[in-house]
């Protein structure tokens, strides 16, 4: 979702025309104001942090720029837009690209309804989530499309989330993946481990 918030922050100041939907489960996890964990929240921080002279360019003034699930840029007529994923997501909309935040917690059904008309709003469908409600979720269709290029960014691959990361190729055996975390815990036992040792 950060990744994709930025990106678009970043293209509808750098091009003209371009119109960005974001969305997610409900209101509040698109646009609340003082919430720091938001859509527009991680779309803001592009723009608070951009030097002044980029901002009077732009001409982006945030008190009338920025309004409730919409932010607009009048230099290049470009926008990002905020909505709720219900039936009737973006119908009658058009858009250079369109987020579906944790598209696998959507209702099933509302979640059918939206994939079956979001493709004539965008060429440019990115769909940001985990898996929540199972294989038989339009989410897990939408990742086995022949058309759906699938980027995975895993929870071990974080330098955060993964101390003391180890794995279990084979019932009986364990291999530990980051060994700098049990020898710094534990030196006596883990002295002589290797990556390789059983």
């Not at 929240?41 to 001409?59: H, M, Q, T, Y």
């Not at 007529?77 to 905020?82: A, R």
């Not at 008309?117 to 989410?139: E, K, N, Q, R």
């Amino acid at each position: 979702s950060e990744i994709c918030c930025k990106l678009f922050a970043a293209k509808t100041l750098l091009h003209e025309y371009t119109n960005f939907i974001v969305g997610s489960r409900k209101k509040e996890l698109v646009d609340n104001y003082g919430d720091y964990y938001t859509l527009f929240a991680k779309i803001d921080n592009v723009f608070e942090c951009l030097p002044s002279w980029w901002k009077a360019r732009s001409g982006y003034n945030p008190k009338t720029n920025r309004k409730d699930m919409l932010l607009t840029i009048p230099a290049n007529n470009s926008s990002i837009v905020g909505e709720t994923t219900n039936e009737s997501f973006s119908a009658g909309s058009r858009a250079t690209a369109l987020l579906l935040d944790e598209f696998g917690r959507v209702d099933a059904t509302t979640a059918t309804a939206i994939e079956g008309s979001v493709h004539d709003v965008s060429p440019c469908i990115i769909y940001s989530s985990t898996h929540w409600l199972g294989a038989g979720h339009c989410f897990n269709t939408c990742l086995g499309k022949a058309t759906t290029e699938v980027v995975e960014l895993l929870w071990y691959t974080n330098p955060v989330k993964n101390p003391g990361l180890y794995t279990s190729p084979k019932p009986g055996l364990i291999q530990i993946l980051d060994i700098g975390y049990y020898k710094e815990r534990w030196p006596d036992v883990f002295s002589s481990y290797t990556k390789d040792s059983v």
